[in-house]
């Protein structure tokens, strides 16, 4: 068993990827701490219920199509999931009116989507490096409306603010995650399906499993490998900790508080520089039932700004659940406002459409991940414009005793919950590996 403070392995960050990563070593026998700056686990994955008793997430919350990581790991935990409702193609909205999926504007925008899902399967230039999505999107796009359905549908998918992200790093993240159009799409797409008692159903099992070795309120300061075969990890409250092998899931731009002994190599270092956090802001508006359904549904594109993704979230026989996801720079729009006041404005886009009744939700539950002081935003890191540290997959070579994990470093679907599982699967085989030559080699050395 793992003492208070030393154990074989030492995990930085409860989230998703550290909790399969520990949970994987746990079941092997290997001592495992796991510490988490916040008050609680789950990182990227937030649940919580509801005034009429349902469970919601306000992280990450899809099994993708495909996603069978994630899928099995639900299952482990006896959860139920369900198909998102959707009618095919989304409500487009602009101005209080709904736009034709037939219209040019519409049509163009398609046009563009399939060139670019043709060019990340063939040829991505490098200079497209330095080129923005934003910028990219302003040149070359004539129609008003098709340059503000493709901000959004980019954003949607990235949660990166489009000015700093370049085309180069967009297009190249694009194959591992199935392609575009399966990015974009609900039913058969990265948004297929759902988990009645939520995702944090997951985080929670893992967590327990380990029992008492997940120690939250443990910010990490510093972590120093100055001897060979130890790792000396000292945290805000001024506790030590001690292992032979450390895995690191905080996302890149979220290490810069640390100070490490010696110094990380400069690429790692350039790596923490040239990357940002996505910025999102989430909220759940919750309804007796989904009233929408006898209508035009609840899926939604909202060009008018702040843009949003609107999307019907009920679980079968449940409430009615509309969730709404403001990408990018707009997101930063809402944060000075009065929470009533972002209820009311993001709400009430929907009534000419949806009628009064979407404005009077049972329950509304809203987080900005951007502003999460531990997560930093979501759904992950991204490179900036001119860089190309950052491109997905991100690096995750050993560094001495310092292994690397988190869903941006996942080799499929980087950035989902399915990269998670992934990336702590992978560094966890790697890790009981490099343990096990180690022991290998010190019982050489005795003999």
Known sequence: MARDNSAQVIVIGAGLSGLTAASALNRQGIDVIVLEASSNVGGRVNSADTKLGS?????????????????????????????????????????????????????LATIYLLFFELASRMYVPRRWINVSVDKAIATLVPLEITRQLLHLLVAVCSTTELAMFSVYSFAKAIP????LLTMLRTQ?????????????????????????????????TSVSQIHRDEVTIRTAS????????????????????IKFDPLLPPERIALQENTRMGVVYKAIAVFDKPFWREGLGGEFLVLDNPACGVFDSSSPGGPGHLCFLVPGTPARQLDTLDPSVRRELLLSRLAPHLGHQVLQPVDW????????????????????????????PMPHKPINNLHWAGTETAQEHPGYLEGAVQSGERVANEVACALGGAHTDDQKERT
């Open 55 to 107: 469970h919601l997430d306000l992280g990450g919350q899809w099994i993708g199509h495909g996603h069978h990581r994630i899928a099995a790991l639900v299952d482990k935990a006896r959860g139920t999931t369900y198909q998102t409702f959707s009618r095919g193609l989304p409500n487009i909205v602009r101005e209080g009116r709904t736009v034709s999926p037939f219209s040019p504007s519409v049509f």
């Open 176 to 179: 591992l995650s199935g392609g």
């Open 188 to 220: 058969g797409g990265a948004q297929d399906r759902l988990v009645v008692e939520s995702m944090g159903i997951t985080t929670s099992m893992l967590a327990n499993e380990l029992s008492r070795k997940v120690l939250t309120d443990m910010s990490v």
């Open 238 to 257: 001024g506790r030590q900790f001690h292992a032979r092998k450390v895995i690191i899931t905080v996302p890149p731009p979220m290490l810069k508080s």
């Open 365 to 392: 539950l809203e987080k900005p991940w951007h502003l999460d002081e531990y997560c930093g935003g979501g759904y992950l890191a991204y490179a900036l414009v001119g860089t190309s540290e950052g491109t997905l």
